[in-house]
């Protein structure tokens, strides 16, 4: 069940801007990653369930994170159908983010009051996402649709909250670029927690880059 109701989950996407992205099988490697995503300073995590058995894994670094990390918000990412969005939420999952609109999904998440955000990419999706209770939308792939998109639809829609994924990387132009734009917040993968990183195991220069492009994220906001 989750621990943070969907209103405070959207609450500390907005005042964070930034959720990183993260999959690997071992259990211990990912309580590593998401100790040193904490130490940065961030307060969510999208746990991208997409490899066999990803529900094990997910569920004990959601216990970890309840045990050890104070104020860790754990959610999961790649969800396709309603059922496997009701398992994880069973497993405590915060929020569900799905990579396409699908309305099976919207009311499993709204029944149990979780944060559910779906990949979307035009205005007619947005909208029937935000009729479905949609608190913050996915903006996915981020990379095809550009800042100029989220511009485009923050003019007839300004209360639209939009977080686009894929496309976004910790460069301060490229964050620019977005929250000029006016996206809620990002999500960010392997411009983030990069192969190189995992491979090496260097847990500290994960943290150092958690922490510069929070730094930089709101740094702009403040100009």
């Known amino acids: 069940m989750a621990k943070y109701s969907r209103l405070h989950v959207a609450k500390v996407m907005e005042e964070t801007g930034m959720i990183p992205l993260f999959y690997h099988s071992d259990i211990e490697l990912g309580k590593k990653v998401l100790k040193a995503c904490y130490d940065g300073g961030a307060r969510l995590m999208e746990?991208?369930?997409?490899?066999?058995?990803?529900?094990?894994?997910?569920?004990?670094?959601?216990?970890y994170?309840?045990?050890?990390?104070?104020?860790?918000?754990?959610?999961?990412?790649?969800?396709?159908?309603?059922?496997?969005?009701?398992?994880?939420?069973?497993?405590?999952?915060?929020?569900?983010?799905?990579?396409?609109?699908?309305?099976?999904?919207?009311?499993?998440?709204n029944r149990r009051k979780v944060l559910w955000s779906p990949?979307?990419?035009?205005l007619t999706e947005i909208n029937r996402a935000e009729e479905l209770g949609c608190e913050i939308i996915k903006l996915f792939p981020g990379s095809t649709y550009g800042p100029g998109f989220v511009k485009a639809i923050k003019g007839p829609q300004p209360w639209t909250s939009i977080m686009p994924t894929g496309g976004v990387s910790t460069e301060e132009s490229n964050l620019k670029g977005w929250f000029g734009?006016?996206?809620?917040?990002?999500g960010m993968g392997s411009q983030l927690i990069s192969k190189e990183i995992l491979m090496n195991k260097d847990y500290d220069l994960l943290k150092k880059k958690v922490g510069e492009a929070l730094e930089t994220i709101k740094k702009i906001r403040n100009n």
């Not at 746990?47 to 216990?63: H, M």
């Not at 990949?119 to 035009?122: K, M, P, R, T, Y």
């Open 47 to 63: 746990f991208t369930a997409r490899g066999d058995f990803a529900f094990e894994v997910f569920s004990e670094l959601n216990k």
């Open 65 to 109: 994170a309840l045990k050890e990390l104070p104020g860790m918000i754990m959610g999961v990412g790649s969800i396709t159908d309603a059922g496997a969005a009701s398992m994880f939420m069973q497993m405590g999952a915060n929020f569900i983010v799905t990579p396409s609109l699908r309305e099976d999904i919207a009311l499993v998440c």
């Open 181 to 186: 734009a006016g996206v809620t917040c990002v």
């Open 119 to 122: 990949g979307c990419g035009s």
